[in-house]
């Protein structure tokens, strides 16, 4: 079955960095589009950003532009969010997300369970 673990979630300093991961199982992960997303305490999730089954494109919210990227390595079956300059409003639950299709479509049919992220001094 399919399984997406996220992990790399902690506590950071403002201006800090950390780096999130997802493991996949399950399916043909080069095969997919993959994206990021955030929920913060007592409001909705938020796409953070995606990347193209072969990482020719990545995309970003405007709210983590230049200070996130995020990668994949489709031999290791992994995504990956570099989170620098790290902000307290980036404190969330982050999310790893399997999108219907090689390309971005925002739609998805399976997501992991999440890691915790939390940006405070």
């Known amino acids: 079955q399919v399984q997406l673990v996220e992990s790399g979630g902690g506590l950071a300093q403002p201006g800090g960095s950390l780096r999130l991961s997802c493991a996949a199982s399950?399916?043909?992960?080069?095969?997919?589009?993959m994206s990021w997303a955030r929920q913060a305490p007592g409001k909705g999730l938020e796409w953070v950003s995606g990347?193209?089954?072969?990482?020719?494109?990545?995309y970003y919210a405007d709210s983590v532009k230049g200070r996130f990227t995020i990668s994949r390595d489709n031999a290791k079956n992994i995504l990956y969010l570099q989170m620098n300059s790290l902000k307290p409003e980036d404190t969330a639950l982050y999310y790893c997300?399997?999108?219907?299709?090689?390309?971005?479509?925002?739609?998805?049919?399976?997501w992991g369970q999440g890691t915790q992220v939390t940006v405070s001094s």
């Open positions: 997300a399997k999108d219907f299709s090689p390309w971005l479509t925002k739609e998805y049919d399976y």
């Open positions: 399950g399916f043909t992960f080069s095969n997919y589009a």
């Open positions: 990347i193209y089954s072969d990482s020719r494109d990545t």
